[in-house]
């Protein structure tokens, strides 16, 4: 049985990965057809040339980067708070925003934004995504830090208490330190999960932000172009960088624990 | 309450009341109002777009959409059970486990354009059978409802595997032995055996695939083309296309409500069971 078992295994991570290693091989096809004519950069180098995908990177990684340091931040202090004394409401609604699906997600924020457009005189732009991205980002900085601090001895801190540290030193001295790895591995999901979307970024965005998600949304629409293949390798391999990076922070994290 | 707890808690209650609770309420106020002529929404107070979602037009895609995340969750149970016993089963666990989950975090968007790739008319499946003479025309394997089902079922497979690895890494492998001894093969203590006990991490990963593929958006957008839609597509059409923002939220809240009854029914089942 155990033989069955693991033929079905590789043939399951066959599943999850073959069509992107396809994607990736037919990225270096000579052929603008699913026909293998042989090898070449050519779309690669297209990819480069392109300035509508040019802008559109700038745009993501402005928006990442923003989007990144708010929810890292904000997210950090959260979860700090939350593992000194429960937060059921902060918790709860945390929890209930990230089962919400996007797509209530993204119109509820365009409802909103139009809404405070009213009073305001500001259009649908990069900031209303960076912070759409910001709230939908801030549960996921909360789980890894709250997973880290959750092996982290309390009695570091009640040391530090007793030699006359007060509760922000206690912090910023004694425990921030020891959560360095899980801050860096919740940005880099937090990077990764602001750089990839589509949903919502595609309602809240206006003039001048289109993100690199929504050119490669518009060109998957219009048919075959292996320039979407190029991109789409190297975006893969970029974020699946990323998430191994985080997850070996994450690992550090735990190991480093007294 | 101290200071710093105030201090540390306000900036994510803050974001998360503005750009959460505050957009969420929106929606049902505008739910309860009337259509605009350019979008938006206009005066006077009323529930005709509730009473639209009944439509049979409407009902009709709230079912088909109830229908297609059934099917893809019920495929990912059948599918992520053997994979999640093997993890359990394995030495090197974590590899395995961070293999499964790494496609979960690049691109949800390229990993669906990669199925376009493969099923189109002029992709690599139709392309290879062509070539070896078994077909002339291409198949229609893409933009229909088996594709959104395959879509879904590549998304969210993770999502089964990860809460079944961990009932199933947490059974006694005693129990196991003891089957065997009793003469059982291993087929029948698996079923006999490790199914009945790990039913709680299929519950919980049922409710994991099944809330995201109800709401899915891009999956039936892209792989579905015109013909497939589901909720999410509905509501979205309704804030660009329709330019009917009251219906729009309508759907949409009923769209939450349905997550929201189906997660707290499943909570308390499994609350249940843990007593």
């Known amino acids: 049985m155990n033989r069955y078992l693991s033929l079905y295994a590789s043939a399951a991570y066959a599943f999850l990965y073959l069509p992107l290693a396809v994607l990736a091989v037919f990225s270096f096809n000579a052929s603008r057809f699913a026909i293998w004519q042989g090898f070449t950069w050519h779309w690669y180098v297209e990819v480069f040339r392109d300035e509508r995908l040019i802008e559109a990177t700038i745009h993501s990684v402005e928006i990442a980067i923003c989007a990144t340091i708010f929810s890292t931040v904000i997210g950090t202090l959260a979860a700090y708070a939350i593992w000194k004394r429960r937060a059921r409401w902060l918790t709860n609604s945390l929890y209930l925003s990230l089962v919400t699906p996007e797509i209530v997600t993204g119109v509820s924020l365009l409802a909103f934004f139009q809404w405070i457009f009213r009073f305001l005189h500001v259009q649908l732009g990069m900031h209303t995504v960076i912070l759409a991205h910001i709230s939908f980002s801030i549960a996921y900085a909360v789980i890894v830090i709250l997973a880290r601090l959750r092996t982290f001895d309390p009695a570091l801190e009640e040391a530090a208490l007793d030699l006359g540290a007060n509760e922000w030193q206690v912090f910023w001295r004694v425990t921030a330190p020891n959560l360095l790895p899980a801050i860096g591995a919740a940005a880099l999901l937090c990077f990764t999960v602001s750089f990839d979307d589509y949903v919502t970024t595609s309602l809240v965005a206006g003039v001048n932000s289109e993100t690199l998600p929504m050119v490669i949304y518009s060109l998957a629409r219009r048919g075959v172009s292996p320039a979407v293949n190029a991109l789409s390798a190297m975006i893969t391999i970029g974020i699946g960088t990323l998430i191994v990076a985080a997850e070996g922070l994450q690992q550090r994290g735990a190991r480093s624990r007294p | ?275």
Not at chain 2, 129 to 150: C, E, W, Y
Not at chain 2, 240 to 247: E, I, V
């Open chain 2, 1 to 275: 309450m101290s200071r710093l707890r105030v201090a540390f808690l306000s900036p994510a209650a803050i974001v998360t009341i503005a750009l959460f609770a505050i957009p969420i309420g929106i929606i049902c106020a505008y739910s309860l109002l009337s259509r605009g002529a350019y979008g938006g929404v206009i005066l006077p107070w009323t529930i005709e777009s509730y009473r639209r979602v009944f439509d049979p037009l409407y009902a009709e895609i709230l079912w088909r959409s109830f229908v297609l995340a059934a099917i893809s969750t019920s495929l990912c149970l059948i599918l992520g059970f053997p994979l999640a016993l093997y993890i359990a089963r394995s030495k090197r666990r974590t590899l395995l486990l961070n293999l499964v989950m790494l496609p979960f975090w690049t691109s949800f968007l390229i990993r669906t354009y990669a199925w376009m790739f493969l099923l189109r008319d002029t992709g690599l499946i139709n392309t290879i059978l062509q070539s070896l003479h078994l077909i002339r025309q291409p198949l229609p394997l893409l933009f229909n409802d088996g594709a959104v089902v395959l879509g879904l079922v590549y998304g969210y497979l993770p999502f089964m595997v990860l809460p079944l690895y961990a009932t199933l890494e947490k059974l006694d492998p005693a129990l196991l032995d003891a089957a065997r001894d009793l003469g059982a093969t291993p087929w029948v203590a698996t079923w006999k055996i490790i199914v009945p006990l790990s039913r709680s991490g299929m519950l919980a990963g049922s409710l994991l695939v099944f809330i995201p593929c109800l709401g899915a958006y891009l999956t039936p957008d892209l792989l579905g083309g015109g013909k497939t839609v589901m909720i999410g597509n509905l509501v979205q059409n309704q804030f660009t296309t329709a330019r009917d923002w009251p219906f729009g939220s309508a759907v949409s809240l009923l769209l939450m409500a349905l997550v929201l009854i189906i997660l707290l029914r499943m909570l308390s089942r499994q609350s249940e069971q843990l007593l």
